[in-house]
């Protein structure tokens, strides 16, 4: 993989420049053109791909046969993926339910929250609207429990170790929904929906150490993939970890949620923008990474500073301004490349097959184009596109994902083979390519204006010798005249021009500064070591790693470690942890940590009691068994409410939430204050998860669904162990 590298800007330059792209393109052996056809469809022949793309509603003229007959194909995908009924095998059996909405992709033909929210907000609302509506309020629910506000709620799908809350980017519902708020009657579904949503997020996601809320990433969602490999059997140390990415998507939604309430003069507006103002600071603080100039994909529960990023988290960073303009220029340069595309994580696992994993996903390309527009980056605004275009014509279709080196659909590497699963038509990668043609092109901005950003390089391509190039969408016509002259590296427009539903862009050249394609990076980053050995030695805990590597207490950085390191005993909370450490200096991620302490565990009936040894700060979990679904999905992660009654304090409540699991293990953790001598009371109380919505009595693809709802688990001892410092980052 590393030899490849040199032969980045050759590949850029052969994909994304001049004529060789008017009728065809060539890559690694491959070739596709497209030729027009009489009565005005397209013909494209590739490699391993050969269709016929009849004439669409909305045409885009340029020089290029290929980039007009591609846009036609993607309107093509997306009219296959426009259905009247909907069906999953873990819904209703595998039956069809009406829908007249957007099925996710030819393999998943089910609306899916987070891939139908990205999709809409690419833009798919400006193609029909209906369906965008529709689908999103196929994943609107009210409850189903007795005692439970009615709702409605989003809808997070089934998932990791039982749903939310070990996943919780739900709240990307708003970010398609907010496109959508001129029809009176789903604004005010969308409104309850986020109220309701957002104030059950914040009571069991929410932590306030922090200010961070807790779940899994956004969209990399197969845990082994990305997290320690040991999440394959226990997804507890995700649904204590904090995301960027889901940590920006409630920010959005908070946003969105102090603009509703100001239209609609509620008291919670100005709540809901201290709230965001808060997150905004507290993602700054906590996720920036400033040795590598970039946003960190997700942090430890314990505040444990993870090296891996992900693309997604940093373009909606960017894109939502929670980045400032600096921090945005240094994460977009500091991200990798590779000549095919960008991936959608990095570094990649050398021990984990082509998925989320050396992979290019196109949606998550289209966002990196809308953040290096904001950036008025030429350079990273051209490799989207590029990469963008040279997928979608190798395949023949949009594809759900493409292999990191080749962009080819399947690479053979042994039990790394992969993509692992590769849909045509994905949603997502079909309002991906929409939206490079509309916003990455042609300027059109979620808010109406046009504001093209078009590098100079990609002239020859699209203009060749004419003089303007257009395109048409639903109720629009966008006209683009070239300049006479190409002294810069990026047009933009000099005065915008509107005749009837026709606006006529006349651009001009414009010099600015471009952030460089970083391609010369170590692909992977080591395999996570084995967990320390931990001995007590007098005062010390001697703590040994069998390889050279970096050693973490409690989530913070101790120092290098080579054999055996001395750390002083306290009569509290040490958990330590081990990283390896790489090439450019990269860490592995953490090792499993190896946790001691004076641990007292309390058994018997509810409420249970304890007198705190000493006034400070504790920690609680609960050793449980929850067996009600595979780790992988499902709607029945358990989630509790501990009640906690000490005296001398204020009662407090703190979530518990005990996943899907493989055996008896330990649940999330929270922490309480206690004076000591103090006599606490522990009550634990119901709480709520997936399976307490009503939509989810169309579930039958596990307990919790058609057979009512079960938020329970099989809980044993409750643990607590005294903190010397808030373990949080």
Known sequence: MISIFSSLMMALTAGAHG??????????????????????????????????????????????????????????????????????????????IPCHCFATGEKWPFVWTRDLAYSVDLGLWRFDAARSRNGLLFKLSDSRVAGVPKGPYIMQDTGSGGSWPVSTDRVVWFLGARHLLDDAAFADDAWQALVNTL?????????????????????????????????????????????????????????????????????????????ADALKAAINARFWRADRGMYMSYLGGDGTPIDTYDLLGIALAIDSGVADADRARQALSNYPVWPAGSPVIWPERSDQAIYHNRAIWPFVSAYALRAARKLDDPAHIAFEIASLMRGAALAGSNMENYELTTQATHVDDGKLSGPVVDSPRQLWSVAAYLAMVGEGVFGLGNDGRIEPKLPVSLVPMLFGNKETISLQLPGQRITLRRPDRLDGNLLVADRVEQHGDESVVQLKAVKVPELPLRSKVPPFAPVAPAAPEVTRDGANWQVRSSAPGTLYLNG?????????LAVPAVDALQCFSLTQVGADHLESLPSLPQCEGPFANIDGAWPRAWVAPAAGRYQVA?????????????????????????????????????????????????????????????????GFNMSYLAHNAHYTGGVGGSDGPLNDADVGALRIVPLTTKTAP
Not at 49 to 55: F, G, L, M, S, T
Not at 208 to 229: I, M, P
Not at 253 to 266: F, Q, S
Not at 676 to 684: E, I, K, Q
Request: with cysteine; net charge negative.
């Open 19 to 96: 004529p060789l792209w008017h009728d065809s393109l060539q890559w690694r052996g491959q070739t596709a053109s497209m030729t027009m056809q009489p009565g005005g469809g397209f013909l494209l022949q590739a490699t391993h791909a050969r269709r016929a793309i009849p004439v669409q509603p909305f045409a885009v003229r340029t020089a290029s046969p290929l980039f007009d007959g591609l846009y036609a194909m993607a309107q093509d995908d997306l009219r296959l993926d426009s259905v009247a009924a909907i069906r999953d095998g873990a819904y209703d059996h595998d039956q069809p």
């Open 199 to 275: 104030a059950q997020d914040r009571q069991y996601a929410f932590d306030a150490g922090t200010g961070l809320y807790r779940g899994e990433t956004s969209f990399l969602d197969w845990r082994k993939q990305t997290y320690h490999a040991n999440t394959a059997e226990d997804v507890v140390p995700i649904a204590q970890s904090y995301a960027l990415s889901t940590n920006v998507l409630h920010y959005q939604a908070l946003e969105l949620a102090a603009r509703m309430a100001g239209e609609r003069h509620d008291a919670g507006a100005a709540e809901y923008r201290a709230q």
């Open 556 to 564: 913070q950085r101790v120092g290098a470690i080579d054999g055996t």
């Open 622 to 686: 609960l050793r449980y068994r929850n067996d009600h679904g595979p780790i992988i999905t499902g709607v029945t992660a358990a989630v509790k409410q501990l009640e906690i009654r000490c005296e001398g304090s204020p009662v407090q409540t703190v979530p518990m939430v005990m996943p899907h699991s493989t055996g008896e293990q330990l649940s999330t953790t929270a922490e309480f204050s206690a004076n000591a001598g103090a006599h606490c009371s522990f009550a634990l109380q119901q």
